[in-house]
């Protein structure tokens, strides 16, 4: 082989050797930043037609509130609409206090959903506001469905919000919710709390909120409540 030849060879060699070190290299995506969703916060609203059971209970003391006494809960459910979220679904559970432990009640504080949907029918054709045959049993599949928590962090669970596409929002209070008597087909409540995270893009959602609504006491399919606040997630 000549000189020539061999030289060209070299040359060829060495350039395809160290062509490669001059390529621009891309750099590996950094999983940890890269797909991080930067978190917003919003105005959340929503309001809701409700229907609500009264489950009595044992008149008990109310923790933290001298002088009051638990006697019923009082769950439900109904339906409405919700910032970000469209048409949701709502369920609740609340114990009704008063001073006397009886009806009317002088207000409310949470209770778990969680237990609601386990609350028994007390005897067959009982009338309302008693709890029917099967006016719960919707809720077990929403509870499977979105893996409902009793509880997050030491915050009892008493409310869920969530649509068809499994956007889901948990919500606690931090005051008790306190009732007036407006009429005899009317009794306000209200009082304030914070969301404590949900599922899809609702997952670690926090914030706060005012609560507010009312129901009939001789209807228990006549009732309602909004949510104002804002939302983190």
Known sequence: MSKSIKLWSALILFFLIT?????????????????????????????????????????????????????????????????????????????????????????????PLLDAHNYPVLYPGAPLPLIQPNDFAPLAIIINWLQLPAEVNGHVVWSVLYNHRGDAVFLSTTTASTAVVESETRI???????????????????????????????????????IDGSITH
């Open 19 to 111: 062509g490669g070190c001059n390529k621009e290299v891309t750099p590996e995506p950094d999983y940890n930043t890269q797909f991080l969703r930067a978190t917003v916060t919003k105005p959340f609203k929503m309001n809701a037609k409700t229907w609500y059971r009264i489950s009595p209970t044992t008149p008990a003391p109310v923790p933290g509130m001298p002088g009051q006494l638990s006697f019923a809960n009082v769950p439900g459910g109904g339906a409405g609409t919700a910032t970000q979220m469209g048409n949701v679904g709502t369920w609740f559970n609340q114990l009704a206090y008063s001073s006397n432990g009886q009806q009317p009640p002088a207000g409310t504080i949470a209770a």
């Open 188 to 226: 306000n409540f209200c009082g304030e709390g914070i969301f404590v995270g949900g599922r899809g893009k609702f997952e670690n959602a926090t914030g706060t909120y005012h609560f507010s609504g009312f129901f009939n006491p001789r209807d228990a399919n006549d009732a309602g409540y909004s």
